[in-house]
């Protein structure tokens, strides 16, 4: 990924005659506590209850940064999905990361991030569980899940650990702290979408340092 830029949303467009480029970074800290990055929506999956509330906060576990995303109130159970789309340009070949912190949630501590995400029912998960020690990648159709992978995974001692996707045309790999651990074809959502942050029923993680590069221009 690119280089990291203190607090903002950052877009660089290069066009030419044939191609152009984008790269968005945020690691919050030049938000205000309590509000949003901008262009960001909650949602959720299969949800009957009250949307989770993600805010920007403090992190008293950064050695060097402060601020993080996370979900701060969450009274939603069961399989349904927390999520908080970054509404700020769709794209198709992406590579995306973030950090995750697992906070609290029980047998589903831990949470994800999603891609080419038509809406709240149709995208790519790439879900951490941190109780069962694995790492999966989902599709979502019409807001029902099919997993396409699963594997085991060691989280480090640090609290925070790394989830990378690159998907380009049909092929997805997916890394765990700089590991790759899935890599497979998939072609049901052949489309460009927006991408997100994702937590299961009653999980409340943290996010920070959310990276998106895509050699495509943003639509």
């Given at each position: ?30 938000l ?18 009250q949307?989770a509330?993600w ?22 159970r069961?399989e ?10 769709v794209?198709k ?9 697992t ?5 589903n ?9 038509a809406?709240?029912?149709h995208?790519?998960?790439?879900q ?15 807001g ?35 590991e ?5 074809e998939?072609k049901?959502?052949?489309f ?7 937590a299961?029923?009653s ?8 990276n998106?590069y895509?050699d495509e221009?943003?639509?």
């Amino acid at each position: 990924m690119k280089s990291k830029i203190s607090g903002l949303l950052v877009l660089f467009f290069i066009v030419g005659s044939v191609w152009a480029e984008t790269q968005q970074t945020w690691s919050f800290e030049e938000l205000e506590s309590g509000s949003l990055p901008e262009n960001c929506e909650a949602t959720e999956t299969d949800g009957k209850g009250q949307k989770a509330l993600w805010e920007v906060q403090e992190d008293a576990t950064s050695k060097l940064e402060n601020k993080c995303l996370a979900i701060t109130n969450n009274t939603n159970r069961g399989e349904m999905a927390n999520i908080l789309m970054i509404k700020n340009g769709v794209y198709k070949n992406i590579e995306f990361s973030t950090k995750i912190k697992t906070g609290t949630g029980g047998k589903n501590a831990g949470g994800g991030i999603i891609w080419r995400a038509a809406d709240e029912n149709h995208y790519y998960l790439a879900q951490w569980n941190a109780t069962s020690t694995s790492l999966r990648l989902y599709v979502y159709i019409g807001g029902k899940s099919s997993l396409l992978e699963s594997t085991s995974v060691e989280a480090a001692s640090e609290p925070w650990q790394q989830i990378d996707v690159i998907h380009h045309d049909e092929t997805i790999e997916i890394l765990f702290n700089g590991e790759s651990k899935i890599s497979i074809e998939d072609k049901q959502l052949d489309f460009k979408g927006w991408v997100g942050l994702w937590a299961q029923g009653s999980a409340m993680p943290s996010f920070d340092d959310v990276n998106l590069y895509s050699d495509e221009d943003a639509e």
